[in-house]
């Protein structure tokens, strides 16, 4: 059975730092891309960033790509989502999803398997 598993969220001061860690279990992911998304209440589910896990490349939304950085331990089959400079506005439930293949892919509807989130709240 497919599980992943979000840690790592918790509540921060705008201009910190956090580390989610997505932990993958159920089957190989190598040909598998995972992807991190957010949502914030009232909000439709959006994408933050992706790896794709055969080779490493890494894919980011224009907003968060310099504060944000996606990547992936092999050996414990963990996807990580490292945020700096947190904002106010970073404020959501985050999610780690996979879908199989190597595609870039953004749409949430695209992946198929997901954990059941983490929270992330910015105090400013």
């Known amino acids: 059975q497919v599980q992943l598993v979000e840690s790592g969220g918790g509540l921060v001061q705008a201009g910190g730092s956090l580390r989610l860690s997505c932990t993958t279990s159920?089957?190989?992911?190598?040909?598998?891309?995972m992807g991190w998304f957010r949502q914030a209440p009232g909000k439709e589910r959006d994408f933050v960033a992706a790896?794709?896990?055969?080779?490493?490349?890494?894919y980011y939304t224009d907003s968060m790509e310099g504060r944000f950085t996606i990547s992936k331990d092999n050996a414990k089959n963990t996807v990580y989502l490292q945020m700096n400079s947190l904002k106010p506005e970073d404020t959501a439930t985050y999610y780690c999803?996979?879908?199989?293949?190597?595609?870039?892919?953004?749409?949430?509807?695209?992946?198929?398997?997901w954990g059941q989130g983490t929270r992330v709240t910015v105090s400013s």
């Open positions: 159920g089957r190989t992911f190598s040909n598998y891309f």
């Open positions: 790896i794709r896990w055969i080779d490493g490349r890494t």
């Open positions: 999803a996979a879908r199989y293949g190597s595609a870039d892919q953004r749409h949430a509807t695209a992946y198929n398997y």
